[in-house]
């Protein structure tokens, strides 16, 4: 059996892939997998970093306004249906599925124009435009909120499923990831993460905190940058003469994010649906930032479904202060009840079955 997958950009789409792959190749003996995505996407790092080959097309993202650069856009979609046509008549794969972003387009497109067997996976309330197109020729949608339903025409070939999260989220022990990085028990964890590429106004709005709570002796930090801001933050702080002491860590992307979010008792985060469901796997109290900078402002409406239910305390970032983290920190860290509580509603948002659910309607579809 051969298995095409497409999605790329963000780690929003590139990890519930992996989470689905990874799934297939433990089931299914013998199974091809191969990945397509764009060289300039973080699938060209994290695909290969999983084991999965990953080839590459020509592919660009639309913006809603026509500028100089649509010509571009349809020059380059036309480029990477080419490129997709190639590639599906070399690999004939039985089965094609599509997780987001623009490069799965013309790759989901063509195999259902070719009549192999096609899904999409919609990790967000609402849908992207890529998907919302596709859904008219996929053999079925599998979407992550039952609210999605309204934005999709085509309710005979939706499942609800969940987002799919990789098995390091699910089984995880505390007390190994904390020995592992050498965090003590009795040290109150905080990760702070803006995403897979980063956010720069969640890193300027950190180095306040991080000044605050450098050399305490009871309040690890542990703040990812994203790889396009890290050396802006590093000479932002040294500007504001922070030598870093032991429970400031400091990191450019962490690709071992289960082990990193394992040793944590909060997590201050965006609001993708990816992050979210593994945040909830995990169990863990969150502040969240939704991006104001996404298409039809879909992490608010994420992070407002978990707020809803307790789970996280939600910040904006047009009004975001530095002080607002430092006091949730301070009184977080010594409200053991409000902790636990917010940690027991993560846990119900949860949905760890999804990866299984998903391979079960894959393979009815695949014999059907």
């Known amino acids: ?27 299914i003996k013998g199974v ?11 699938e060209s790092d994290l695909v290969p970093k999983a084991g999965y ?12 306004k026509i500028s100089l650069d649509t010509a571009k856009s349809v020059r380059d979609l036309f480029i990477g249906i080419k490129d997709a046509i190639k590639i599906i008549k070399d690999f004939k794969p039985d089965l094609v599925i599509g997780t987001g972003g623009y490069v799965c387009g013309p790759v989901v497109f063509i195999a259902s ?45 939706i499942v609800i499923t969940g987002n799919p999260v990789r098995k390091d989220f699910i089984h995880i022990h505390k007390s190994k990831c904390r020995n592992s990085l050498d965090i003590k028990e009795d040290q109150f964890v905080v990760m702070a993460v803006g995403g897979s590429r980063g956010a720069e106004k969640i890193n300027d709005t950190m180095i306040e905190v991080l000044k605050n709570f450098n050399g305490n002796k009871n309040i690890t930090i542990i703040h990812v940058t994203g790889s396009r801001h890290y050396e802006k933050t590093i000479h932002k702080l040294k500007e504001n003469g922070l030598k870093i002491e032991n429970n400031i860590v400091i990191k450019e992307y962490v690709y071992d994010m289960s082990k990193f979010m394992g040793v944590s008792d909060l ?8 992050a979210l469901a593994e945040i909830a796997a995990m169990g863990l109290p969150s502040i969240l930032i939704p991006s104001p900078y996404v298409t039809n402002n879909h992490q608010e409406y994420n992070a407002k479904a978990i ?3 307790g789970a996280a305390i ?27 509580e917010m940690a027991y509603k993560s846990k119900l948002l949860a949905k760890p079955n999804a990866t299984d659910l998903i391979y079960d309607n894959i393979l009815q579809l695949i014999e059907s």
């Open 1 to 27: 059996m051969k298995v095409l997958i497409s999605g790329g950009g963000t780690g929003g789409h590139i990890y519930p892939a992996i989470a689905i792959a990874n799934k297939i190749k433990e089931e």
């Open 267 to 274: 997590i201050i985060s965006r609001a993708g649906a990816i």
């Open 307 to 309: 707020q809803k239910n």
């Open 314 to 340: 939600l910040l904006s970032e047009k009004t975001l202060q530095p002080k607002e983290i430092i006091n949730l920190i301070d009184n977080l860290s010594q409200d053991d009840i409000k902790l636990k």
């Open 113 to 157: 124009i070719l009549n192999i067997k096609t899904v999409i996976h919609e990790q967000n309330v609402i849908p992207g435009m890529t998907n919302k197109i596709l859904s008219k020729f996929v053999s079925k949608i599998f979407a992550s909120f039952e609210e999605s339903k309204h934005y999709f025409n085509n309710n005979e070939k």
């Open 32 to 42: 091809e997998i191969l990945f397509v995505g764009t060289q300039k996407g973080l």
């Open 53 to 64: 080959s990953l080839k590459t097309i020509t592919v660009s993202g639309f913006k809603r």
